[in-house]
């Protein structure tokens, strides 16, 4: 049987809670990822920040308009208020991780089984989950495309 060590990706990319909203979108876009795990000093895990959590900022501080949170921008977006979205991009640009990060995150430990993983993930509505080893500290992730790796390998 599999274990979420057997389907992790590891080492895993992480950001701290200390880092701006500006460098994580710089990474999600150089990555291609949708998210990272959050971490102390200590490489333990205190969080994660995904694009649904940049985008549901952006849309607060009318950075983006959204036609709803699925992060669609609306077409009939009002440019008129250009001045507005200025300063939210500049607030989005020094906001820091921490105040924005989703704090409830769900960790596995690498010995787990991956149907674990999985019941997981299905049952939390989660697309990612940060796997820890017997201290709490990081050492992998394991997201829904590691799942679906490790499914068509059955």
Request: aromatic share 4%; charged share 25%.
């Amino acid at each position: 049987m599999q274990t979420a060590k057997d389907i992790m990706t590891s080492p895993a990319q992480s950001v701290t809670e200390n880092q701006s909203v500006k460098e994580v979108l710089e990474l999600l876009a150089e990555k291609r990822f949708s998210g990272f795990p959050v971490v102390d000093e200590e490489n333990r895990v205190i969080g994660v920040i995904s694009d649904t959590d940049i985008i549901r900022y952006s849309h607060s501080i009318n950075v983006i308009p959204l036609s709803n949170l699925s992060g669609w921008v609306s077409p009939y977006a009002d440019i008129n208020d250009l001045a507005s979205m200025r300063r939210g991009f500049d607030m989005l640009h020094t906001t820091r991780v921490s105040q924005i990060m989703t704090k409830k995150v769900y960790t596995i430990n690498e010995d787990e089984p991956a149907n674990e993983v999985a019941r997981l993930m299905n049952r939390r509505k989660i697309n990612r989950v940060p796997v820890v080893d017997k201290d709490n500290k990081l050492v992998g992730i394991i997201t829904r495309s590691d799942m679906v790796q490790c499914l068509a390998n059955l």
